[in-house]
């Protein structure tokens, strides 16, 4: 018999969160009634307003509390330049990691039959209706690896292709300051065929 | 700049949870967002309600959403054993791992005067009272190993052998199933030291 069924709940509750099984969720429960209530009531609150308030941009459709995303509102960033990437941490990743000024699309997925996903689900309507506005010279492709991205990525290159606009994907080859006895050797082959002069 | 202030805001309050750093946390927020908002909800409607409701049992101290917990209302326990334990967690463990019947009192940690926990704070004059009580024939101490767990077992053996009480602790040894060569070498001079006659 569980001594608290409040708490089973809560521990049962915690389990959504990705990484965290059964023993780590009940030492979550724990730690907080322990130590931490005002924290725990923050979470919840936290947890409410993220998923009352936080929509899709409507030109990018990555995560906004607002119509339009912080990046699609700027006035400053280049719009001649569109870069497509799976998720709102993939943008983010980006946006920390490099100086690109283009702006974004954000897929939220990759097309994958077998899961039901569809070019409906990536919003690409939404996208072929951007290249269809005009301004854009270059699609940045910065899709994954995997095989539906890659699936996904030949697909976004026919729609781009078709209307003649200038297509372009991130490099792939060795991770800047990793050991080449550390690479996988599908990535080493890549790197190797793919090498480039010297400059 | 932060794509979401509330997404910010989300991923910081999950860094409350135990073993959740900033990435992890920014894991947990993306997912919740993009994968599971009615649990997300579910998960904040659970914290609160085990903030507002759960408080502590008045007998024995552990957590419990009425005023007294199961062990503590159930008629059927053996009243005459009493065992301390520093946590609800080690009363949960003891609960299923064996199959003692008596009852239980919950320290809510260890005596730690550099951190400012004394005796009050482990609610040690209702230990008292529950001595002064009468009926109790055993109390079991099961404190943990740290060096603050065994001042407060030295602690609460003065309380109980002041009044006569019979006073035991758990056993310390080689834990079953594990190899010797993967023993500590203080828990092996230990098991060495007190053997046990082969019956």
Redesign the interface.
């Known amino acids: 018999?569980p001594?608290?069924?409040?708490?089973e709940?809560?521990v049962?509750?915690?389990r959504?969160?990705?990484?965290v099984g059964p023993k780590?969720a009940?030492?979550?429960?724990?730690?907080?009634?322990?130590r931490?209530?005002p924290?725990?009531?923050?979470?919840?609150?936290?947890?409410?307003?993220?998923?009352q308030?936080?929509g899709h941009c409507t030109r990018c459709r990555?995560?906004?509390?607002g119509e339009q995303?912080?990046?699609c509102a700027a006035q400053q960033r280049d719009a001649s330049q569109l870069c497509v990437v799976e998720?709102?941490?993939d943008?983010?990743a980006i946006?920390s990691g490099t100086n690109y000024q283009g702006l974004y699309f954000v897929l939220?997925g990759v097309l994958s039959p077998l899961d039901g996903i569809g070019p409906a689900d990536l919003g690409l309507e939404m996208f072929e209706h951007r290249l269809d506005e005009g301004g854009i010279d270059e699609v940045i492709i910065a899709t994954g690896t995997t095989v539906e991205a890659q699936a996904t990525a030949h697909y976004l290159s026919e729609l781009v292709r078709e209307r003649g606009v200038r297509i372009t994907r991130l490099a792939h080859g060795i991770p800047l300051g990793g050991g080449l006895e550390y690479v996988d050797s599908s990535t080493l082959a890549h790197a190797f065929q793919r090498r480039m002069p010297l400059e």
Chains 1, 2 share one sequence.
């Open positions: 018999m001594i608290s069924p409040l708490i709940h809560l049962e509750s915690l959504c969160l990705p990484g780590s009940r030492r979550m429960a724990y730690h907080l009634l322990e931490n209530r924290k725990a009531l923050a979470l919840a609150q936290a947890l409410n307003d993220v998923v308030q936080v990555t995560f906004t509390e995303c912080v990046v998720s709102p941490t943008l983010e946006e939220m």
